[in-house]
């Protein structure tokens, strides 16, 4: 593909950033300088990557891009790479590139890199305000003021401008004399935790402790994350019964903060929330858009720890079929049985979670908008239908002080109201619940579903797990809840009868499967016996 070049003498020169695209379900970084495109992979300018989440382009950033326009007064934007096209997107670009400037304009430039997201805002003094939600050049007279404004997505922070003068101010002004670029860093504001999608038999692992934690370091910097100190969550016992030479995660941090996700989703406010088993999503993610490996050898307790009994394919080197290992689920998995205490064969191969440790700042979540999801503390024993259930959850909703009642005994209130999510023989769970309305929000301030009409997939796009109790308390209750399946079997009677058989679902896993699976990556339905008792999801009607 024919790039851009440099104008003519005396002509304008435009100022190209960098792309950041999509291929294939693959993040591809071009950094578009005046020459154009360019073929071969290199860390700096006029390169074309290919990043797939397994340690390659280390050191590369994430970069964005500008797209030029011939029509003065107005912003365009880079639009994201085409699918399969192997090259990004550039329909649309002004050919000739300077050659469609206006006579005595001048092109002013602005995008972002870093692992944060946001958006740019471009006033122009005496013209107008251009909307960039993404990278965008507009067109200027020479010495008009400038001013850039970044708006950061939730959980990630301005760290800088090209423009040094500007620090970390949320705005910059330039006068623009010529040509001109501004570029805003989008750093994630606390450290980041990932997935890798690379795996490894038992005997390619690195050790556990220093060279597990340097491999770690380096696939977060070829995905580009900030921070230079990351810590794998692997332990061992090194094969011997002596716990003198043992490995554990936890001794490796030499910081106490929370961590984000790749796309800024909070994974744990802390260490020690960490600790407690308090992991408020899976970490699920190798990249902002690459699922990393669901499950990741860990041999390390929800403390941090080796097990006193090491299931670790005798510390780490040996690939036996018939040995198991301890792995992490968390890559899948929230709540208190993320850890490792799930196992699997050693003659598999599994990724690594690594967690960043540069930063001792605990996350503040920022509670979203919307209407109350819940699991219950309490176990439902089906008898009594979904009315019983739907009781069920008021009943823990008035407690809370939520319904308006002041005595939960005499009357459960009716300012809010509670239903249990149960699929019927002749009513799909979510056809009780009004999905135009705002979308649901867990006790702790997270949202479940973008939107509340993903209900209706059987919340199979669930942001994060409903493993939340009010309070908000966490780890509590069994490990499944009653759903039933929404083509009407596995209902236990429609939830009237103790016999037969219902259809559960964990409430620590997402997965596409949605709600009306146990949520396993093989998507098998799971059920238990009626006789039993189990949670409830409490959705706020």
């Known amino acids: 593909m024919q790039g851009f070049s440099r104008a003519a003498r005396g002509r304008a020169m435009v100022l190209l950033l960098a792309c950041s695209c999509s291929v294939d379900g693959r993040s591809v970084r ?27 382009n280390a050191g590369a950033e994430p970069s964005a891009g500008t797209q030029t326009s011939a029509e003065p007064s107005t912003a365009s934007t880079a639009p994201p790479g085409a699918a399969g096209s192997g090259q990004p997107d550039t329909s649309g670009m002004a050919s000739g590139g300077a050659a469609g400037m206006s006579a005595g304009r001048a092109m002013f430039s602005a995008g972002w890199v870093g692992d944060g997201r946001g958006t740019l805002s471009v006033e122009v003094e005496g013209e107008r305000t251009y909307d960039c939600p993404q990278p965008c050049a507009v067109q200027v007279t020479p010495g008009s003021l400038v001013r850039v404004t970044a708006r950061p997505e939730p959980y990630t922070v301005v760290r800088s401008w090209s423009e040094p003068s500007c620090g970390a101010q949320p705005s910059c002004s330039l006068t623009a004399q010529a040509d001109r670029e501004l570029r805003v860093e989008f750093q994630l504001q606390y450290q980041v935790a990932f997935a890798t999608n690379r795996t490894w038999l038992p005997s390619e692992l690195p050790r556990a402790g220093e060279a597990a934690n340097n491999e770690c370091t380096y696939l977060a910097k070829a995905a580009g994350f900030h921070g230079d ?44 929330a960490l600790t407690r088993g308090e992991l408020l999503a899976p ?39 018939a040995s198991l290992a301890h792995v992490a689920w968390g890559s899948a998995m929230a709540g208190p049985t993320w850890d490792g205490g799930n196992v699997e064969s050693c003659g598999e191969a599994m990724g690594l979670i690594c967690l960043g440790d540069d930063s001792d700042d605990e996350v503040e979540l920022s509670p979203a908008a919307g209407r109350l999801v819940f699991l219950s503390e309490a176990t439902f024993a089906p008898g009594g239908g979904v009315a019983a259930a739907d009781e069920l959850c008021q009943r823990e909703a008035c407690a809370a002080g939520l319904t308006g009642s002041g005595d939960c005994e005499q009357a459960l209130g009716s300012e809010r109201t509670f239903l249990s999510y149960l699929h019927t023989s002749t009513r799909r769970a979510w056809e009780r619940f009004d999905l135009s309305g705002p979308t649901w929000v867990r006790p702790d301030g997270m949202a479940w579903l973008a939107s509340a009409a993903d209900l209706a997939r059987d919340a199979a796009d669930a942001l994060v797990p409903a493993a939340v109790l009010l309070g908000p308390r966490y780890g509590l209750g069994p490990g499944a809840m009653w759903v039933g399946e929404a083509a009407g079997t596995s209902t236990c009677g429609d939830w ?3 016999s037969g058989s219902g259809a559960i679902s964990s409430y620590a896993l997402t997965s596409s499967a949605g709600l009306g699976n146990f949520l396993l990556p093989n998507g098998f339905v799971y059920v238990s016996e009626c006789s039993g008792a189990m949670a409830l999801l409490c959705l706020e009607q």
Do not use: K, Y
């Open 30 to 56: 071009t950094e578009m300088g005046t020459s154009g495109l360019g073929a071969e992979a290199q860390p700096e300018g006029g390169t074309e990557s290919v990043d797939d989440g397994a340690g390659s």
């Open 229 to 272: 100190r990351w810590v794998a969550w692997l332990s061992t016992s090194n094969g011997t019964p002596e716990t003198g030479d043992d490995v554990h995660a936890i001794d490796q941090f030499q910081h106490t903060g929370g961590w984000l996700r790749p796309d800024g989703m909070p994974i744990a406010r802390s260490l020690a």
């Open 283 to 321: 970490i699920l993610l190798a990249s902002r858009v690459q699922q990393g490996h669901f499950a990741a050898w860990s041999n390390t307790s929800r403390e941090g720890r080796s097990f006193d009994t090491a299931l670790d394919c005798n510390g780490w080197t040996s690939d036996d079929d």
């Open 496 to 498: 009237t009868s103790s």
